[in-house]
C-alpha cells in the first residue's frame, strides 16, 4: 500500500478503473439478470428462460420486428450514405457553390434535438394537415406523402443522418491526393472513370466505415421508430422494448430485457466489421508528407446543378424548423391561409413559458448536461491518460470497458439502470442524479476519443519537463497537459453536452415527476396534444442549442477539430 502511495499513477488507475467499473459493468449485469429471472409472483427472482422461450413462441412477431428494424436501419442508412457521399465529394472536390452555407447547416443539424426535427416534419407531411400535403391535395387531389408508413420512418430518418454522414466523408475526400485522380485523366480516364476507379476505391474504407455506422445507429433509434412508427402501426425492436415497459399496466421488464439483448447482440454483431474496418484504414492512405496539391474540380455546365444538391442539406433542417415556427404562433394545428394569418397570436409562449415544469425542464436538462459532460470528460481524460502514459499492466482494460457502452442502445440502457437502481441502496432512483449517472456511462466512449487523440499528439517530453523541474503530478497535469489539450477536451464536452440535452429513450423510462428534461416535456406536450405550446417551446430550445452548437463550429474551425 506504501508502495501504491509513492506512485500517483497505481493510485489513479485504482480509482479510474473502480469508477469505470461501477458505470458500465453493472448496467449489463442487471439486463442479462432481469432476463433471466421471473419477474412477477412468489416465485419472482428465481431462474427462468421463459421470457427467451415467450419470444420464440411468437416467432413470427419477432420475424416481423427484426425484418421491420433491419429495413428501417439499411435503407435509411443507403439513403443517407449515397447522397450525403455525393454532397460531401461536391464540397470538398468540386467548385459547386453553397459549401459553406453547407457545412453551417450540418453542424446547427446536431444541435437541433431530434425529437423536434421528427415532430417539424409530421407537421410537414401529416397525411391530413401536413403543410407540404395541404399543397399536394390543392394541387392533385391527393397528398404528395403519408408520413405515418415505413416510407416516412425510412424518410425522415435519412433526413437526420445526412448531415452527419456528409461531415464524416468529408474528412477522406478532403485528404485524398488529387495526383492520383491527375494522373488517370492524363492516361485518358473519362471523369465517370477516374471517380469509379481511383476516387471511389480509396474512400471505401470510410464508406463502408460509414455505413456500418449509421445502420447500427439506426437500428439504436428511438424518437422516429416511436413517433413515426407506433401510430402506423410499425414496430421495430426499440418501441417493442419501450411498449413492454410502458405499454401496459404491469411493466415486463423480464421480456423487455430479453428483446434487450437481442438488440445488443444485433449492434456487437455490426461493431466487429466497424473496428475491422477503422483499424485497417492505413492500407488507403494516400497523403505522403511531399507532392500533396489540393484542388477543386471544374464543374462548368454542372456547377450550378451542384450547388442546388448542396442547397438541399440546409433545406432538410430549414423546413421543419419553418412548420415548429409557424405552428407556434397558432391557437391550434393549421395550414397556411389568409383566415389562418388572422389567427396568429403569442398565447403559446405564454402559456409555455409560465408553465414551472416547462421551466424545470429546462433546468433540470442544464443540470443533467453540464453534470454528465463533465463527470465524463474527466473520468475518461484519466483514463486516456493511464493508457497513453502509464506503464501499469492492465491499463488497456480501461480502454475496452469505456468503450464497452457502445454495444448498448438508448433504450436498453436506460432498462438496465433502471433496473440496477431499483435493486441497489443508492438513493438516486426518482431523481436527476439517475440521469446523470446513466448519461455519463453511456457517452464514455466519445469522451474516451477526444482525450485519446489529444493525449497522442502531446509528447511525453512536455511532462517529464515539469516533473523534472519539481512539479508534482498533479501540478504537471493542471498546469501542463490539461491547458495544452484543453481544445479538445472542450469539444468533447460540448459534443457529449448537446448529445446528452437531445437524449429522449434513456430520460423517458428514468425520468419522475419533478425530474422531466426537455426532450421528455416535447413528448408529453406532443403526446397531451397541446401542438401550439410544444411549437412554442421547441423553437426556444431550438434557438438555444443552436446557439451552443455554434460554440461547437467555432472551435471546430479554430483548432481543426471538425476532422
Do not use: C
Not at 403519408?146 to 425510412?154: D, E, K, L, P, R
Not at 477526444?450 to 519537463?465: I, P, V
Not at 416535447?522 to 397541446?530: F, M, T
Amino acid at each position: 500500500m506504501y508502495m501504491m502511495m509513492r506512485n500517483p499513477a497505481q493510485v489513479l488507475f485504482v480509482f479510474t478503473s473502480a469508477i469505470l467499473a461501477y458505470l458500465v459493468l453493472p448496467p449489463f449485469f442487471f439486463i442479462l439478470h432481469t432476463s433471466l429471472v421471473t419477474d412477477r409472483g412468489l416465485q419472482a427472482g428465481t431462474f427462468t428462460i421463459q421470457h427467451f422461450v415467450n419470444i420464440i413462441d411468437s416467432l413470427g412477431d419477432v420475424r416481423t420486428l427484426l425484418s421491420n428494424s433491419l429495413i428501417y436501419a439499411v435503407s435509411s442508412s443507403a439513403v443517407a450514405l449515397v447522397y450525403g457521399t455525393a454532397l460531401a465529394w461536391l464540397a470538398e472536390r468540386s467548385d459547386a457553390p453553397f459549401r459553406k452555407l453547407a457545412y453551417v447547416s450540418a453542424y446547427v443539424s446536431f444541435a437541433i434535438p431530434g425529437i423536434i426535427k421528427v415532430v417539424g416534419w409530421i407537421m410537414l407531411l401529416g397525411p391530413k394537415a401536413g403543410m407540404l400535403n395541404a399543397v399536394g391535395m390543392a394541387l392533385t387531389g391527393q397528398p404528395f406523402f403519408n408520413i405515418f408508413s415505413m416510407g416516412g420512418m425510412v424518410l425522415v430518418e435519412s433526413f437526420l443522418w445526412i448531415p452527419i454522414v456528409f461531415l464524416l466523408m468529408s474528412t477522406p475526400f478532403r485528404s485524398m491526393d488529387p495526383s492520383l485522380e491527375e494522373a488517370a485523366t492524363t492516361a485518358g480516364s473519362t471523369s465517370w472513370q477516374v471517380f469509379r476507379r481511383v476516387t471511389f476505391p480509396l474512400a471505401v474504407p470510410s464508406v463502408l466505415a460509414v455505413m456500418i455506422l449509421t445502420i447500427i445507429r439506426s437500428l439504436e433509434a428511438f424518437e422516429i421508430p416511436a413517433l413515426i412508427g407506433i401510430p402506423a402501426g410499425v414496430e421495430v425492436l426499440t418501441t417493442k422494448i419501450y411498449l413492454q415497459i410502458k405499454g401496459g399496466l404491469i411493466p415486463k421488464y423480464g421480456e423487455a430485457s430479453a428483446y434487450s439483448i437481442i438488440l445488443i447482440v444485433l449492434v456487437a454483431l455490426g461493431l466487429i466489421p466497424y473496428y475491422r474496418i477503422t483499424s485497417k484504414t492505413y492500407k488507403f492512405t494516400t497523403i505522403s508528407g511531399k507532392n500533396f496539391r489540393p484542388h477543386r474540380i471544374a464543374l462548368g455546365k454542372w456547377r450550378w446543378l451542384g450547388g442546388t444538391l448542396m442547397l438541399v442539406l440546409p433545406l432538410l433542417q430549414f423546413l421543419p424548423i419553418v412548420a415548429i415556427t409557424w405552428s407556434s404562433f397558432l391557437p391550434f394545428a393549421q395550414v397556411p391561409s389568409r383566415k389562418a394569418l388572422s389567427m396568429l397570436t403569442l398565447n403559446n409562449y405564454v402559456t409555455a413559458f409560465n408553465d414551472s415544469g416547462v421551466i424545470r425542464s429546462v433546468m433540470n436538462s442544464m443540470m443533467v448536461s453540464v453534470s454528465s459532460a463533465t463527470a465524463a470528460v474527466a473520468i475518461t481524460f484519466f483514463a486516456a491518460w493511464l493508457i497513453v502514459r502509464a506503464s501499469i499492466k492492465g491499463r488497456r482494460l480501461l480502454d475496452q470497458m469505456s468503450m464497452l457502452p457502445l454495444v448498448f442502445p438508448g433504450i436498453v440502457m436506460g432498462i438496465a439502470i433502471l433496473k440496477m437502481y431499483l435493486m441497489l441502496p443508492v438513493p438516486v432512483y426518482g431523481t436527476i442524479w439517475i440521469l446523470v449517472l446513466a448519461f455519463t456511462a453511456r457517452y464514455l466512449p466519445y469522451g474516451i476519443r477526444f482525450s485519446h487523440s489529444a493525449l497522442l499528439s502531446l509528447h511525453k517530453e512536455l511532462e517529464e519537463g515539469a516533473m523534472a523541474s519539481g512539479a508534482s503530478f498533479f501540478q504537471t497535469v493542471r498546469h501542463v497537459v490539461v491547458p495544452l489539450i484543453m481544445p479538445a477536451l472542450l469539444a468533447g464536452w460540448i459534443y457529449i453536452f448537446l448529445i446528452t440535452f437531445k437524449e429522449l429513450s434513456i430520460a423517458l423510462l428514468l425520468y419522475s415527476p419533478g425530474s422531466q428534461v426537455v426532450a421528455v416535456t416535447i413528448w408529453e406536450l406532443w403526446d397531451n396534444g397541446h401542438v401550439g405550446e410544444l411549437a412554442a417551446f421547441s423553437l426556444i430550445i431550438t434557438i438555444g442549442t443552436v446557439f451552443v452548437g455554434s460554440i461547437f463550429l467555432n472551435i471546430a474551425q479554430r483548432y481543426g477539430l471538425q476532422d
